[in-house]
């Protein structure tokens, strides 16, 4: 069964309370959501709902955004690709900022982001990561957090970013493979050695045979046949096998 949207397993009870009553709109509570969003970062738990509740008071209330909060919600939204979650987010931004990302994103050919130190560098920068990861291109999202030191600005204050990150492309792997060359699912979570068989085995369940990694069958992996069934009755056409034969009038 899947979980409804706003439901989340790890939110506080005071939190539950002002989502589910008016003070959700209330700009008083905006420091409480806050530290909310900064518990989330350290202990490694997330709730998109309760962001979003803050990000649409920076809408109601723009002088009481706090450019790093709201990066590191973002940050967070990017953990749980390929949820859309990160795009949410981007909607309840001011457009003047996503006006001056994408400003500046097209004015440097060579796709990387100046360095203007706003919000707006750090929804280009973030953008640029969301794109590789929902595109598939895990080897060029961990060249390109590893590229500029920027990024590890961006994502520094959330706890166990690039193991999430790992976490999740192994989740997406395992929904469309049974098996991969190790090689490539090292350069897909960016770890190699004894780190990799670790992670493989211990946190994947997989199971590695030489150069291949073997991913056990799940209801996403397992090629099974469609069988399409119709239930359509010979009097079902009667009407047309009878237009058939009428003279047109």
Known sequence: MVAAFDYCPDRPEHIDTILNGLDRYNPETTST?????ANQCESQTYDCYAN?????LYQFNPHLTKDDTTT????????VFPSPDFALCL???????LAQAKMSQQQNGNGKPASTGTLAEAVQHLSVLH?????AQYTAFWNTLESDDLYADLVGDVAGFEDSMRIRIAVV??????????DVL?????IRGAKLDNFVKEVCGWKLEGDKVRIPLNQENEARGTVVKEDVKFEHFGRIVKRAYEQPA
């Open 33 to 37: 959501f806050q530290e909310y969003v």
């Open 52 to 56: 979003l509740a803050l990000l649409k």
């Open 72 to 79: 590191n919600i973002l940050v967070k939204a990017l953990t």
């Open 91 to 97: 909607s309840l931004l001011p457009p003047y900022v």
């Open 131 to 135: 794109t590789q990861i929902n595109n």
């Open 173 to 182: 792997v395992s929904q469309c493979m049974q098996e991969v060359q190790r």
């Open 186 to 190: 090292e350069s897909w979570l960016n």
